[in-house]
């Protein structure tokens, strides 16, 4: 690799510190950007630090949520590329709560080979590279490994808190799911990673820059993340677009499919 991956573990944190510079500001202006979601200038200033540095240093393209979409005949060359979404729970950070990330991923193929998950309100990273495994770090210090715990008898299920719906907890029927928590962001992957919750399922669509850093960090602990027909979730794609998936910590939970009735 071109980078080092301290080099983007310090860019993640300097864009994490802006963030938190304008969090909970009373002077904090949205705008609406035409998909008719939320922008701020806590997005803006963080995807430039991070657009920067990966451009100059890693000699890899970047793709961000905040950046102009490149053409496809132009993507589908890419052997490796970046996946960022500076500010993923644009809404929360709004709100004032604290379950917002900084996501970074690299792209080898199809499939992402690093990831990296920051929650500045926690000043908690998460980071994985593919075959070296995952790791959580806490105020700066010591990065403590992520080791998947046995399957307890009853599961915590994740869905999303922007997007609810029935049918989110209709995949999990017939699992012995004992707790529901909502939660915003991509930090539902990692609670998954690290064994605070045990799945995380979601119908409706995402984009590829909310998945992409998560899925590293879990496929790193021995999890899955699946699309809906049960292939890995994979990245690149002519339309930058998830139509679903199920993250799992343990891959032999099976979820429900109506076509199998």
Same mark, same amino acid.
């Given at each position: 690799?071109?980078?080092?991956?301290?080099?983007?573990?310090?860019?993640?944190?300097?864009?994490?510190?802006?963030?938190?510079?304008?969090?909970?500001?009373?002077?904090?202006?949205?705008?609406?950007?035409?998909?008719?979601?939320?922008?701020?200038?806590?997005?803006?200033?963080?995807?430039?630090?991070?657009?920067?540095?990966?451009?100059?240093?890693?000699?890899?393209?970047?793709?961000?949520?905040? $950046?102009?979409?490149?053409?496809?005949?132009?993507?589908?060359?890419?052997?490796?590329?970046?996946?960022?979404?500076?500010?993923?729970?644009?809404?929360?950070?709004?709100?004032?709560?604290?379950?917002?990330?900084?996501?970074?991923?690299?792209?080898?193929?199809?499939?992402?080979?690093?990831?990296?998950?920051?929650?500045?309100? @926690?000043?908690?990273? @998460? @980071?994985?590279?593919?075959?070296?495994?995952?790791?959580?770090?806490?105020?700066?210090?010591?990065?403590?490994?992520?080791?998947?715990?046995?399957?307890?008898?009853?599961?915590?299920?994740?869905?999303?808190?922007?997007?609810?719906?029935?049918?989110?907890?209709?995949?999990?029927?017939?699992?012995?799911?004992?707790?529901?928590?909502?939660?915003?962001?991509?930090?539902?992957?990692?609670?998954?990673?690290?064994?605070?919750?045990?799945?995380?399922?979601?119908?409706?669509?995402?984009?590829?820059?909310?998945?992409?850093?998560?899925?590293?960090?879990?496929?790193?602990?021995?999890?899955?993340?699946?699309?809906?027909?049960?292939?890995?979730?994979?990245?690149?794609?002519?339309?930058?677009? $998830?139509?679903?998936?199920?993250?799992?910590?343990?891959?032999?939970?099976?979820?429900?499919?109506?076509?199998?009735?």
């Amino acid at each position: 690799m071109d980078i080092a991956l301290q080099q983007i573990i310090e860019t993640v944190y300097e864009a994490g510190a802006v963030i938190m510079h304008y969090f909970r500001s009373v002077h904090l202006q949205v705008e609406q950007k035409k998909d008719e979601s939320p922008l701020t200038i806590a997005d803006r200033e963080a995807n430039s630090i991070l657009t920067h540095m990966l451009e100059r240093y890693s000699g890899h393209p970047v793709v961000s949520e905040e $950046n102009a979409m490149l053409p496809y005949e132009e993507r589908c060359r890419w052997h490796k590329f970046w996946l960022v979404d500076p500010l993923d729970g644009t809404k929360s950070f709004i709100r004032g709560e604290e379950t917002f990330t900084v996501n970074v991923a690299l792209i080898k193929g199809q499939l992402p080979v690093m990831g990296l998950l920051y929650a500045p309100a @926690y000043d908690t990273l @998460y @980071y994985a590279v593919q075959g070296q495994g995952a790791f959580r770090v806490q105020q700066r210090g010591q990065a403590q490994p992520l080791k998947r715990p046995p399957m307890p008898p009853y599961l915590t299920a994740l869905i999303s808190k922007s997007h609810r719906g029935n049918q989110d907890k209709e995949l999990l029927r017939g699992l012995p799911v004992k707790h529901f928590v909502p939660l915003s962001s991509a930090l539902k992957f990692a609670r998954v990673a690290e064994g605070k919750a045990h799945i995380y399922v979601r119908t409706g669509p995402t984009m590829e820059w909310d998945t992409a850093a998560g899925q590293a960090i879990v496929e790193e602990v021995g999890g899955v993340v699946l699309d809906l027909q049960g292939n890995p979730l994979i990245y690149n794609k002519k339309e930058m677009r $998830n139509d679903g998936f199920v993250c799992k910590l343990y891959p032999e939970l099976q979820t429900y499919s109506p076509a199998k009735e």
